[in-house]
């Protein structure tokens, strides 16, 4: 389906469009982007937050089935993913009118608590399949609103140059997460480690996501 929309919907540019000049003042706004706090205050707690979402879903039915057995973590990984479309679908019809930045240490802080809840009552269905829907309301939001502080603190023309980077940056994080937290399970026996060490992740991502420079 993206093959032919991209072949209807992106016009082909002649080679008299594209100028050399262009190639050099790209790469020089990419070096004063790297150089740029404003930049990684959305990089960084992004992919933080990304490390800490990716790598659970991915070690969530291992997590849960001692709990739930089979069918309880296939209902949990249910609510997780009903959670994510819920949530994006919420905060779709309001992001345009919240602080986007607050809205994002909030969904880092609210995984966080699922999290926590997992952590804290693992032995209780209840609180397993809460947290689990309570990570998962932030699961399509974590993964959205980068572009929409972006569209907002940089201008038009840097847009794609600085969702570029920023994807770049969280996904060489988080393609390392699974392993990641396979080792920091594996270390220590348990995921007891694995989820405290995600909480970490999301409340420092939820912080440094605030911590940006005024214009």
């Known amino acids: 389906m ?7 919907g992106v016009p082909n540019p002649s080679r008299a469009d ?11 706004r990419t070096n004063d982007m790297l150089c740029s706090w404003r930049f990684w205050s959305i990089a960084v707690p992004f992919a933080l937050a ?28 249910a ?16 992001i345009d009118r ?12 609210s995984q966080a608590v699922g999290l926590g809840l997992m952590l804290a009552f693992s032995h209780r269905p209840e609180a397993l399949y809460a947290g689990c829907l309570l990570f998962g309301l932030s699961v399509g939001n974590v993964i959205t609103i980068p572009a929409l502080i972006i569209q907002r603190e940089f201008p038009p023309g840097a ?8 994807t770049a940056v969280g996904q060489f994080t988080f393609a390392l997460a699974p392993a990641l937290l396979g080792v920091l399970r594996d270390a ?7 989820l405290a060490f995600c909480m970490v992740l999301q ?13």
Do not use: E, K, N
């Open 18 to 28: 594209v100028a050399r000049p262009a190639s050099a003042a790209s790469g020089a």
């Open 98 to 109: 919240l602080h986007q930045r607050r809205t994002a240490a909030a969904s880092f802080a």
């Open 2 to 8: 993206v093959l032919p929309l991209i072949g209807i």
């Open 50 to 77: 990304l490390v800490a979402q990716v790598g659970m879903i991915v070690h969530l039915v291992s997590f849960l089935m001692p709990h739930l057995g089979a069918d309880g973590a296939a209902m949990a990984l």
């Open 203 to 215: 409340l420092a991502g939820s912080v440094l996501v605030l911590a940006a420079p005024r214009r």
């Open 188 to 194: 220590t026996g348990g995921y007891a480690a694995v």
């Open 159 to 166: 847009f794609g140059l600085v969702v570029g980077l920023s």
């Open 79 to 94: 609510l997780t993913s009903v959670g994510a479309v819920g949530g994006r679908l919420v905060l779709a019809g309001v």
